[in-house]
């Protein structure tokens, strides 16, 4: 169960010009649902092996997530799941539901994406009753965070040619990113700042 704490994918994304959701932003970068998805059927089957002990029985246990997907709504992302748990001679079926939280760290320019809350309980059938032995936490095998790129590492320069046979170079830039999430996607937004570089002579052809 290593290959979980080791998921980070770093994914640089492609911002476009599009409406505007807050105040003083000039354009927003957008993260879809689908593509966080994608990620958890390129990881393949998650799956873990672990020993229980209740009253007097030592055994061992194994489940696995069918289907794990992120899911976004306005202002929340959810973890959902169902984990196949086969414990002694008990198999059964659970749904599996967690929390997600979404941020944006400007001093990286990472956007986190971090599963904080998923449990499901591993129960045992004990003398033709189903008992409780103990919670299931998935958080453990998920520490570490999706990760994606954010916009403040794009730049572009512009080059004007002016009627006076002089070229105005601009540099334009991201800054003061924001993060909201929307249904189904991921927005990040960022105000743009131009640069008016020197002012050189252009090249007459």
Same mark, same amino acid.
Request: proline fraction near 3%; include cysteine.
């Given at each position: ?37 994608k ?14 002990s ?19 709504h ?19 079926? /659970?749904? #599996?539901?967690?929390?997600? =939280?979404?941020?944006?760290?400007? &001093? +990286? ?44 590492s ?31 996607? /991921?927005? #990040?937004?960022?105000?743009? =700042?131009?640069?008016?570089?020197? &002012? +050189? ?5």
């Amino acid at each position: 169960m290593t290959f979980q704490k080791k998921i980070i994918c770093t994914f640089l994304l492609c911002f476009f010009m599009n409406s505007i959701w807050a105040q003083n932003q000039d354009f927003s970068l957008t993260l879809k649902e689908s593509v966080l998805n994608k990620m958890f059927k390129a990881i393949g089957e998650i799956h873990g092996t672990s020993t229980y002990s209740f009253m007097f029985i030592d055994g061992t246990y194994d489940w696995t997530l069918i289907n794990p997907q992120i899911k976004l709504h306005h202002n929340k992302a959810d973890f959902i799941a169902d984990a196949k748990v086969t414990i002694s001679d008990y198999n059964y079926l /659970i749904h #599996v539901s967690g929390n997600v =939280e979404i941020c944006y760290e400007p &001093t +990286t320019n990472l956007i986190y994406v971090e599963i904080e809350e998923a449990k499901f309980p591993l129960n045992i059938m004990f003398f033709g009753k189903i008992r409780h032995v103990k919670d299931i936490d998935l958080t453990k095998y998920f520490e570490t965070p999706l990760t994606f790129e954010g916009p403040l590492s794009v730049g572009t320069e512009i080059v004007f040619d002016m009627p006076d046979k002089t070229q105005k170079r601009i540099y334009m830039h991201p800054l003061n990113c924001g993060v909201k999430i929307a249904e189904k996607e /991921i927005l #990040v937004t960022a105000e743009m =700042e131009f640069l008016n570089k020197e &002012t +050189t002579k252009s090249v007459t052809k």
